[in-house]
């Protein structure tokens, strides 16, 4: 299996710390994730896509999606010729995946957080659906557009296969989600809504989460961060050629991704922030770790309703494959909407001691939600500042608590390792 890294967050223990009465005096975190992967399979194997399932195992298909687009992009192929043959699949694939995984983190990983036991039942369905996905995986990978690889039985039976897994997942989320159909939640418009939902309906993991940040000061976890263009917006292609010559010529962009030499963030927040909830939630408690959580509940009833072919007002845009071909280099750079926010893989020729060099470069939206002073940053800084606030000491389990929920929304697709430093110690005294 190869190791996808970390993301590890240190935290500096006062002075006057004891066990059961901890005091955090200053916190950072890293990115350790591994990265250059693709770059390195691409040399090692010559073609990476029969392993992206391997490598990026939470969201394979949007990997696949986004590097088949780079290829196509630099073979000269627009998307929409790709849309014509495969009929979309590829996006639908898209919300499909980003649905099933939305679905994991606000009921799996979120049950860790607020102690609320997910029924058996509901758990093997949610494994059942997640194992018939792979189906469409299978399809994607045997669809190569280039080479003139084109099932097209093949094609309308994934097109079949993710109409089923949409009506299922309807089910999924009315048990392990929202406790209502998520039409009914995606019709929510005000705070005071959203307030009645999660303090009546202690039926899910993700209502009980909601009530728990309500019980928390309104800016926890907060961000102060600008949103990294969307592929429909009209200054997207700018910036999707910064992104390109940057991960061209920069050696550590891919780990520490910039816009406008500023941090920024993606995700749902992002995608969301023209629904009047999320625009009345962010007037009153800005872009906090509650209000993050409510953009990914919106974004996950948004993504059911376009698969399910329901036409809603308050539905943002179709998630879209974008691409630009660079000539000049013989390189492409392709972009996509996932479940954690834009994805990016880029790839061409660049210029190095050696001589001209072919490379592959991938920015997952962890990058952008953990570099160096972002958005991870920042909302640690606001954990630590409430628990500062607080003038109590906290055992281990509360203070871990407090940092996973701070940092939840932003949800990195590698484990956190929280890792608790006595002041004057470089090494870590407890894991």
């Given amino acids: 299996m190869i190791d996808a890294g970390v993301i590890t967050v240190d935290l500096l223990l006062a002075p006057e710390s004891r066990p059961g009465d ?134 309308l039976e994934a097109h079949r296969l993710i109409d ?20 009914a939640f995606l019709e929510m418009t005000e705070p005071v809504q959203y307030a009645a939902w999660y303090g009546t309906n202690a039926s899910t993991v993700a209502s009980a989460l909601a009530y728990r940040y309500h019980a928390l000061p309104a800016a926890f976890g907060a961000l102060d961060c600008p949103p990294v263009p969307q592929p429909h917006e009209l200054d997207f292609p700018d910036f999707a050629d910064e992104m390109y010559h940057r991960l061209r010529n920069e050696a550590d962009f891919e780990a520490e991704p910039v816009y406008r030499r500023r941090p920024s963030f993606t995700g749902a927040l992002v995608r969301e922030a023209g629904h009047p909830l999320v625009e009345a939630l962010c007037a009153t408690a800005g872009q906090s770790a509650g209000t993050l959580l409510a953009a990914r509940l919106l974004d996950t009833a948004a993504f059911w ?38 994805l990016t893989h880029a790839s061409g020729f660049r210029q190095s001691r050696s001589g001209l060099e072919h490379f592959h470069a991938v920015v997952s939206p962890t990058e952008w939600q ?52 006595a002041a004057g110690r470089s090494d870590t005294c407890m894991k």
């Fill in 22 to 155: 901890l005091r955090v005096r200053r916190a950072s975190l890293l990115n350790e994730r591994t990265l250059n992967l693709m770059d390195r399979l691409a040399r090692s194997l010559g073609s990476c896509r029969e392993v992206v399932p391997l490598v990026f195992s939470l969201c394979p298909c949007a990997h696949l999606v986004t590097l088949d687009a780079a290829e196509r992009a630099t073979a000269g192929l627009a998307e929409d010729e790709r849309r014509t043959v495969d009929g979309c699949l590829a996006e639908r694939a898209l919300m499909l995946e980003a649905l099933l995984e939305n679905i994991r983190v606000l009921a799996l990983d979120a049950s860790k957080l607020v102690c609320v036991p997910v029924q058996a039942d509901s758990l093997a369905a949610y494994a059942k659906a997640r194992a018939g996905f792979s189906g469409v995986i299978r399809t994607l990978q045997g669809f190569n557009l280039v080479t003139g690889q084109v099932d097209e039985d093949a094609l």
């Fill in 164 to 183: 089923r897994l949409t009506a299922d997942c309807e089910g999924l989320l009315a048990s392990l989600v929202f406790g209502i159909s998520p039409e």
């Fill in 305 to 342: 309703a376009q698969l399910a072919h329901r036409e809603h007002e308050n539905l943002p845009a179709l998630p879209e494959v974008y691409t630009m071909r660079l000539p000049d280099t013989c390189g492409a750079i392709a972009c996509a909407t996932t479940a954690r926010g834009l």
């Fill in 370 to 421: 953990f570099a160096p002073e972002g958005p991870g940053q920042q909302a640690l800084e606001s954990a630590v500042r409430h628990l500062k606030r607080s003038g109590a000491g906290v055992d281990e389990e509360t203070l871990r608590n407090i940092i996973r929920l701070a940092l939840f929304g932003l949800d990195a697709c590698v484990p956190l390792d929280i890792r608790l430093r």
